[in-house]
């Protein structure tokens, strides 16, 4: 339920980030919608949605619905992930969700909670213990 209500989070944050990207843009389409024969404007928010995503992954582990519930994307090692690995995560989250949300419900029968696009990028979501302050996995003991 954590994991749901931190996607909830940070979509309504990305929504308002993607509204101001349209908003830069369209002085340059002449103030008029985009249309489907426009391929660029698609494309241009995917890579908003990235550096969004990839930014706070890759400083710190934590967009603003991790930090709210105090989760952190880090390396299988409790490091913090590369541009590569942000990359890789990103992109198996997409395909996750275009198959109906399979790779997302694949940590309910997952060892270690570990979703499609945990797996593709050799990342996890390390939660706090609250009383050591440390990260651990939802299966696995905090680290000494």
Do not use: C
């Amino acid at each position: 339920m954590r994991r749901l209500t931190v996607i909830l989070y940070d979509l309504l944050l990305l929504i308002a980030i993607l509204f101001v990207a349209t908003a830069v843009l369209l002085p340059l389409n002449a103030g008029e919608a985009f249309t489907a024969q426009q391929f660029f404007f698609p494309i241009y928010l995917l890579l908003v949605s990235f550096f969004f995503y990839a930014w706070f992954w890759t400083h710190g582990g934590q967009t603003l619905g991790l930090r709210a519930w105090k989760i952190k994307v880090l390396t299988l090692d409790m490091k913090p992930i590369s541009w590569k690995q942000a990359l890789f995560r990103f992109m198996a989250a997409i395909i996750s969700w275009s198959f109906f949300g399979l790779g997302f419900l694949w940590i309910l029968i997952d060892k270690n909670q570990r979703s499609w696009h945990d797996h593709l990028s050799q990342t996890a979501l390390f939660f706090d213990t609250h009383d050591t302050h440390h990260y651990k996995t939802p299966s696995h003991k905090a680290p000494k």
